[in-house]
């Protein structure tokens, strides 16, 4: 079993900037790509980046296009995701999955992904 565990949320103020780290573990890790979502209360789990872990081909929401960068160190098994120029609605638990090599739902749902992490919270405020 793959275990996804995100790190390095917090509350921080508006303008501000956060790394989100998830680290995968467990037996040997085949997906390909890795996606972070997240899910503000009273909302639906939305769709934030993507990366392949092959090739590094990124993928972005248009609200975190500009402001957000999904990375990968393949050597440590870690994605990451850097958030700048944080803005309240940014507010939200942010996770981390594991791309399921044989759904094919669009990359965009969370259908496309299996093994999720636990979440971090994220809190954009001033």
């Known amino acids: 079993q793959v275990q996804l565990v995100e790190s390095g949320g917090g509350l921080v103020q508006p303008g501000g900037s956060l790394r989100l780290s998830c680290a995968a573990s467990?037996?040997?890790?085949?997906?390909?790509?890795m996606g972070w979502f997240r899910q503000a209360p009273g909302k639906e789990r939305e769709f934030v980046a993507r990366i392949t872990l092959s090739r590094g081909t990124t993928y972005y929401t248009d609200s975190a296009k500009g402001r957000f960068t999904i990375s990968r160190d393949n050597a440590k098994n870690t994605v990451y995701l850097q958030m700048n120029s944080l803005k309240p609605e940014d507010t939200a638990i942010y996770y981390c999955?594991?791309?399921?090599?044989?759904?094919?739902?669009?990359?965009?749902?969370?259908?496309?992904?299996?093994?999720w992490g636990q979440g971090t919270q994220v809190t954009v405020s001033s």
């Open positions: 467990g037996r040997t890790f085949r997906s390909d790509a």
């Open positions: 999955a594991a791309d399921n090599l044989y759904s094919s739902s669009s990359i965009y749902s969370p259908e496309k992904y299996d093994n």
